[in-house]
């Protein structure tokens, strides 16, 4: 028998690669369940500070408020109307915390309204977010 010729008598060698797929797929589903989804304001605060800071669920509804008064729930403008129906949604799926991300510069007339409509919706803890002195 000569190197690198076909040789009719012997067996036809395929490589399975199906265990392979199969393995990669359990893999990809281990990682997506359990990664903890966290959805982020999108926005760069400026956290006020305090001494009595906490950590909190990371399962929880954040409401980000800005300096200039926006208000951003994922990353999306939202209006004051519209948060109590959105943490009402949110509250019928899950019950979380919510916590408004305020920017240390935002007026405090706001943060009461946006409070006063997560209280509203249904929100037992509704926490304000702050940085460790």
């Known amino acids: 028998m000569r190197r690198g010729r ?8 395929d490589i399975n690669i199906s265990p392979l797929i199969d393995m990669m797929f359990l893999l990809l589903i281990f990682f997506i369940v359990t990664t ?3 959805q982020e304001v999108g926005i760069p605060i400026q ?3 305090a ?3 906490q950590n909190l669920e990371k399962q ?3 409401i980000g ?4 008064g926006k208000i951003i729930y994922a990353g999306q403008e939202m209006n004051l109307g519209s948060i109590r129906g959105l943490v009402a949604r949110l509250l019928r799926e899950q019950e979380r915390p919510v916590i408004i991300l305020a920017d240390e510069a935002s007026r405090s007339g ?5 409070i006063d409509e997560c209280k509203l919706a249904g929100a037992k803890q ?8």
Do not use: C, G
């Not at 076909?6 to 060698?13: F, G, T, V």
């Not at 706001?110 to 946006?114: P, Q, R, Y």
């Open 60 to 62: 929880s509804i954040m």
């Open 6 to 13: 076909y040789d009719k008598n012997s067996e036809n060698l």
């Open 110 to 114: 706001i943060l009461v309204d946006v």
């Open 126 to 133: 509704v926490s304000i977010a702050t940085e460790v002195e």
């Open 47 to 49: 956290k006020p500070r």
């Open 36 to 38: 903890a989804f966290v």
């Open 65 to 68: 408020v800005t300096s200039q």
């Open 51 to 53: 001494s009595s800071a």
